[in-house]
């Protein structure tokens, strides 16, 4: 009698358990719907990094799959929240069992590393993801998407080698990065995607041409990229990222023209950068990339600066924006805190 009542009892709590795992099953598949809405208005529409993180965390403490992790990883980087980040990473490659996922995963704890100044560290997980795209892409030849991931794991590869000083094995993953986007783009004309691809392997190829010394070649990488740009921000006003992209090749350009002596030429470049990038960030106050990159902006203006006093005014925004982001615990990339170190300095040595 006892055992048959125990019995129902474990009955009734794994029916009652299943029940509760359904539920949170389709409320997850209904946040992860909005979370994924939110990302596609990131920027724009009062959509603010923050608002999309919890609506992904809602998701995870509902029913989290492999790729909501993903998406956290990414949006955490965003924000500037390093151990999150990290932590999101990781728990996607525990989750990841098939060899997409893996390699996903592996992406994204790389570009953690990367962030954190483990150069080491992210090479091995990027080259980890890279033999895993290889080899989907060796199995299926006709899968667009495995070609693409190749090609996304080759911009990453060759990014660490650039960042160790190895300029002939970034400059040969980028061209085969490259190769593949321009294949994939020319089989569909009318993907955004495809074109937005080519526009970041066009960018890395000109970044190696310009640390040899071919600053034609690079320039003249950079703007096919910044075509590629203008076209796909004009296709899409409301992308934060597609404006993002263009900032991105007008910084390139505009460094090209500085280091030609054209002064003029890149402190046009660099105001259309800063007006884009500006807007961005008072769309999205949340955003410590959004903030850094107004930062970079200024900093760049304050170079080219020919007056005192908008020099000063440059250099106080750097600052300010820097301490900003440090009080609030936003990681700082070692970039931006060589730009922070010179233009402390400066205003040490420039007091008003």
């Known amino acids: ?13 794994a029916e009652k358990a299943a029940e509760e795992k359904a539920v949170a099953i389709k409320a997850a598949a209904r946040e992860r719907q ?7 208005k990131l920027g724009s529409a009062g959509v603010t990094v923050d608002a999309v993180i919890a609506s992904y ?11 909501d992790w993903y998406w956290l990883s990414v949006l955490y980087e965003q924000s500037g929240r390093s151990k999150e980040n990290l932590n999101a ?4 490659l525990a989750l990841a069992h098939a060899p997409r996922e893996q390699a996903a995963a592996l992406e994204r704890l790389g570009a953690v590393k990367a962030t954190r100044g483990d150069a080491q560290g992210a090479l091995d997980a990027y080259q980890r993801s890279l033999e895993i795209a290889e080899a989907l892409a060796l199995a299926d030849p006709s899968s667009a998407e495995a070609k693409r991931d190749m090609s996304v794991s080759l911009n990453n590869v060759g990014r660490i080698k650039a960042a160790q000083g190895d300029a002939a ?14 294949a994939l783009a020319l089989a569909d004309p009318s993907s955004a995607e495809a074109k937005r691809d080519v526009s970041v392997s066009l960018d890395n190829v000109g970044q190696i041409r310009a640390a040899q010394g071919d600053a034609a070649g690079a320039l003249a990488a950079y703007q096919r990229s910044l075509e590629i740009r203008e076209a796909l921000a004009l296709a899409d006003p409301s992308s934060a990222q597609a404006k993002r992209d263009l900032s991105v090749s007008l910084s390139k350009v505009g460094d090209i023209k500085a280091n030609q002596g054209d002064a003029q030429g890149a402190l046009q470049a660099y105001q259309r950068m800063f007006t884009i990038l500006e807007a961005l960030a008072k769309a999205d106050p949340s955003s410590a990339r959004a903030q850094s990159d107004v930062a970079t ?4 203006l304050w170079q080219l600066s020919s007056d005192a006093a908008s020099k000063r005014r440059h250099a106080r925004e750097v600052d300010r924006i820097y301490s900003s982001l440090e009080q ?25």
């Open 169 to 182: 094995g970034a400059l040969d993953a980028y061209q085969r990065s490259l190769e593949i986007a321009e």
């Open 34 to 40: 909005i979370a994924s809405l939110l990302y596609a």
């Open 328 to 352: 609030r615990g936003a990681h700082l990339s070692p970039g931006d805190r060589n730009n922070w170190r010179i233009i402390k300095q400066w205003l040490d040595n420039n007091p008003k």
């Open 297 to 300: 902006s200024h900093a760049l």
């Open 89 to 92: 990473a990781e728990t996607m």
């Open 1 to 13: 009698m006892l055992e048959a009542v125990e019995i129902l009892r474990q009955l009734n709590a």
């Open 57 to 67: 965390e809602q998701v995870v403490a509902l029913d989290a799959t492999e790729w």
